[in-house]
């Protein structure tokens, strides 16, 4: 995965990016050199036309640097989870956009293939957890404020024209929480650290800390947003606090203030959270934030035919085992024989929690299909496995 981080660095590169600009300073990449694809105006019409993914918590409007209240332009509806929810329309909204509103759909980063493939590369490229905004102007507008960069960002345009302003913040590792969230001055030109024009293909990477603005400077512009969230200290300690849980003296009653075993609890209390902030602990919290982004295919050619069935095995703790008998299946309800020559089919098939017809054939490729075909309908007969529909 790391050569496609570097295919989104370019031309900058992966190196020159962790040398230069990570976590210190913004970084404008050009889109002349980067084989990044992205979605383009008809493919963002028809992600924002999945109606039942939306609601007014996911796809909103922001006028005048204000949010647009639900009720001029959703309706109540029922989710997809059968829960009640303020369902946008897309006449209301269109019409509000028309006069000035923009348009803000929060977490599309899975809802087309070129998102899902930019949310993937940067999760497994930066160890991260990558969420993306989409901004959609009908009609050019300035930033009212500026924004306070909470996780390291990428501003990605895809349509029209936009300018970025990056100014350096006041405040040091800010994280998402309603202290750091408050709206920052605009940075002015003479104390940016970076300003950008960007068009479609550009990069705009955003250090946390610092506060930028998007002007959109064209009519139809649309960018996207793109948070890069990394592991901190907090989430490390919170992780530790679970684990503390299983250590008594973390859940003994703190000695009193004037208790001679104060400064000696303190002390253990201290030891043995250090003990648990080790390099296992960072790496469990750093491994479960990027996500398995893998594609759903189906099958080329149609419906599978028989090669494509699959099983699962529906028994657990199965073995073969060879005894002066012959060799058996044996679980925790006895055992049964298995015919010669058998064998090791059934080995392959007990040794993993699901498999398809055509792994099988695959595996055994000297075995008869009618063999194959019978060994199945016995170990399905057995409840060994049972066909995934």
């Known amino acids: 995965m790391v ?3 570097d295919d989104f660095l370019a031309p900058l590169g992966v190196d020159a990016f962790f040398a230069d600009h990570a976590g210190r300073k913004p970084a404008h990449l050009t889109g002349n050199q980067a084989p990044v694809a992205l979605p383009d105006w008809p493919a963002l019409a028809d992600l924002l036309n999945m109606s039942a993914l939306w609601s007014a918590e996911t796809l909103s409007l922001i006028q005048n640097g204000q949010p647009v209240a639900a009720e001029l332009y959703c309706v109540p509806a029922t989710d997809r989870d059968l829960k009640p929810v303020q369902r946008p329309i897309a006449a209301r909204m269109l019409a509000l956009q028309a006069d000035g509103a923009v348009l803000l759909a929060r977490q599309v980063e899975t809802l087309s293939p070129p998102l899902k493939r930019i949310a993937s590369d940067l999760e497994a490229g930066f160890a991260a957890r990558a969420t993306a905004d989409l901004h959609v102007h009908r009609v050019p507008a300035a930033a009212h404020d500026g924004t306070r960069a909470l996780a390291d960002l990428w501003v990605l345009p895809l349509a029209g024209t936009v300018r970025a302003r ?19 001055p605009v940075p002015a030109a ?11 293909g550009d990069r705009l990477y955003v250090p946390r800390g610092c506060v930028y603005a998007v002007d959109a400077l064209s009519p139809d512009t649309a960018y996207l947003v793109v948070t890069v ?3 901190i200290g907090l989430d490390l300690l919170q992780a530790l606090v679970d684990a503390a849980l299983d250590e008594p003296l973390f859940r003994r009653d703190l000695p009193r203030a004037d208790s001679p075993d104060r400064a000696r609890y303190l002390a253990e209390f201290g030891r043995r959270l250090a003990a648990l902030a080790n390099h296992d602990a960072a790496a469990r919290i750093e491994h479960a934030l990027p996500r398995d982004l893998t594609d ?33 299946l044996r679980g925790a309800r006895g055992a049964v024989p298995i015919p010669a020559g058998r064998e090791r089919l059934v080995a392959w098939v007990i040794a993993r929690p699901g498999f398809a017809r055509a792994e099988l054939d695959d595996a055994f490729p000297d075995t008869d299909s009618p063999l194959i075909e019978a060994l199945l309908d016995e170990l399905a007969a057995m409840k060994v496995i049972a066909p995934v529909a």
Not at 166 to 184: D, M, S
Not at 297 to 314: I, K
Request: hydrophobic share 40%; with cysteine; aromatic share 6%.
């Open 3 to 5: 050569h496609r981080l």
């Open 166 to 184: 990056i100014g350096a913040g006041t405040i040091e590792h800010p994280v998402p929480h309603a202290k750091f969230a408050q709206p920052a």
């Open 190 to 200: 003479s104390e940016a650290l970076l300003e950008a024009r960007l068009v479609t």
């Open 229 to 231: 969230t990394r592991p």
């Open 296 to 328: 759903y295919h189906m099958p080329e050619d149609g419906p599978a035919a028989a090669g494509g069935a699959r099983y699962r095995c529906s028994a657990a703790r199965l073995e073969v085992v060879e005894t002066p008998q012959g060799w058996q």
